[in-house]
């Protein structure tokens, strides 16, 4: 018989299960190649999202509401179809993500809400707005809950946090140029003969397009299929087994489903998550019509925002 205790032989298997085991000089320098090569461009990303989808807080208070005779009430009818859509299609989007590729999925989607947000500057009516407010919410719907998935197969639990806060930084990044890019951009009113609410639109979602063709090359795919080699691969999936089941493929079972809808730190991430979003995006879409509430010009209402969106 073996002499060797339950966890030397463990050891043995690979089967290492401590937060000790995992923070080695060689775990650590692997977290720090995923991180080179993950947040730099997922973040890029969702600022543009971010940047693409609060923009019309901007467009608002130089002249889009009034062009298009759209009252206040109908104002903010535009802005809640947005996220009635984002909401509905997020659980599907990620579903087809894990159907599919992030290296190709999450740059489409980038793709295609950029040419959305062109359309945003093409729109003629209230009704064109609404329209479009919708099919913008669907298009992005899929890359925050897509790059939290991908962080998952990534990242052990105790590591996702960090990276995920990192990330969300994006929006804030958002805030502080979009306002100096409205303030520029509102400039060209009437150059070629359109608004400067219309540019504001129609140049923020040109970069957004151009990123997402360079974001191709650049946006990670699944782990075994990056270029990581053989041993940086099987440690990958070693942290995985050891300290969560993202890495597994499951069956999808309504059994899960229902196990989610009850668990009430489900319910109470939901809460917190909205709380802070309810800020964030209220703060977003209305602080430059407040601003200019206030008694400044339009122009004027973008500098402070810079510095507010920016604490």
């Given at each position: 018989?073996?002499?060797?205790t339950?966890?030397e032989?463990?050891?043995?298997?690979?089967?290492?299960?401590?937060?000790?085991?995992?923070?080695?000089?060689e775990?650590?320098?692997?977290?720090?190649?995923?991180?080179?090569?993950?947040?730099?461009?997922l973040?890029?990303?969702?600022?543009?999202?971010?940047?693409?989808?609060?923009?019309?807080?901007?467009?608002?208070?130089?002249?889009?509401?009034?062009?298009?005779h759209?009252s206040?009430?109908?104002?903010?009818?535009?802005?809640?179809?947005?996220?009635?859509?984002?909401?509905?299609?997020?659980v599907?989007?990620?579903?087809?993500?894990k159907?599919?590729?992030p290296?190709?999925?999450?740059?489409?989607?980038?793709?295609?809400?950029?040419?959305?947000?062109?359309?945003?500057?093409?729109?003629?009516?209230?009704?064109?707005?609404?329209?479009?407010?919708?099919?913008?919410?669907i298009?992005?719907?899929?890359?925050?809950?897509?790059?939290?998935?991908?962080?998952?197969?990534?990242?052990?639990r105790?590591e996702?946090?960090?990276?995920?806060?990192?990330?969300?930084?994006?929006?804030?990044?958002?805030?502080?140029?979009?306002?100096?890019?409205?303030?520029?951009i509102?400039?060209?009113?009437?150059?070629?003969?359109?608004?400067?609410?219309?540019?504001?639109f129609?140049?923020?979602?040109?970069?957004?397009?151009?990123?997402?063709?360079?974001?191709?090359?650049?946006v990670?795919?699944?782990?075994?299929?990056?270029?990581?080699?053989?041993?940086?691969?099987?440690?990958?999936?070693e942290?995985?087994?050891?300290d969560?089941?993202?890495?597994?493929?499951?069956?999808?079972?309504?059994?899960?489903?229902?196990q989610?809808l009850?668990?009430?730190?489900?319910?109470?991430?939901?809460?917190?998550?909205?709380?802070?979003?309810?800020?964030?995006?209220?703060?977003?879409?209305?602080?430059?019509?407040?601003?200019?509430?206030?008694?400044?010009?339009?122009?004027?209402?973008?500098?402070?925002?810079?510095?507010?969106?920016?604490?």
């Amino acid at each position: 018989m073996s002499s060797k205790t339950p966890s030397e032989k463990g050891t043995e298997k690979g089967s290492l299960t401590t937060a000790h085991d995992f923070n080695t000089p060689e775990d650590r320098a692997l977290i720090r190649k995923i991180d080179f090569r993950l947040i730099p461009i997922l973040m890029l990303l969702y600022l543009l999202s971010f940047l693409d989808k609060t923009n019309i807080g901007n467009a608002k208070i130089v002249g889009l509401t009034t062009d298009l005779h759209v009252s206040p009430s109908e104002y903010n009818t535009s802005l809640a179809l947005y996220f009635i859509a984002y909401v509905v299609f997020e659980v599907p989007a990620n579903i087809i993500l894990k159907r599919f590729n992030p290296q190709v999925w999450l740059p489409t989607l980038t793709l295609l809400w950029g040419i959305v947000s062109v359309c945003q500057g093409l729109v003629k009516d209230k009704a064109d707005l609404f329209g479009i407010r919708v099919l913008l919410g669907i298009t992005e719907a899929g890359l925050f809950p897509g790059v939290i998935y991908v962080f998952s197969v990534y990242y052990r639990r105790r590591e996702r946090g960090r990276r995920v806060a990192v990330f969300f930084g994006g929006a804030a990044l958002a805030g502080a140029f979009g306002g100096i890019l409205a303030f520029a951009i509102g400039k060209m009113d009437v150059v070629g003969g359109r608004k400067g609410w219309e540019w504001i639109f129609i140049l923020e979602a040109l970069l957004t397009v151009v990123i997402s063709l360079l974001a191709y090359f650049v946006v990670p795919t699944w782990p075994h299929k990056a270029k990581f080699v053989y041993s940086e691969k099987k440690r990958l999936s070693e942290r995985l087994d050891a300290d969560s089941d993202a890495g597994l493929i499951e069956k999808f079972e309504w059994k899960y489903v229902r196990q989610a809808l009850t668990d009430h730190l489900v319910w109470g991430y939901a809460f917190l998550f909205h709380g802070f979003a309810f800020v964030l995006y209220s703060y977003s879409l209305f602080l430059p019509t407040i601003i200019a509430g206030l008694g400044f010009a339009s122009w004027q209402a973008h500098g402070p925002t810079i510095d507010a969106m920016d604490i």
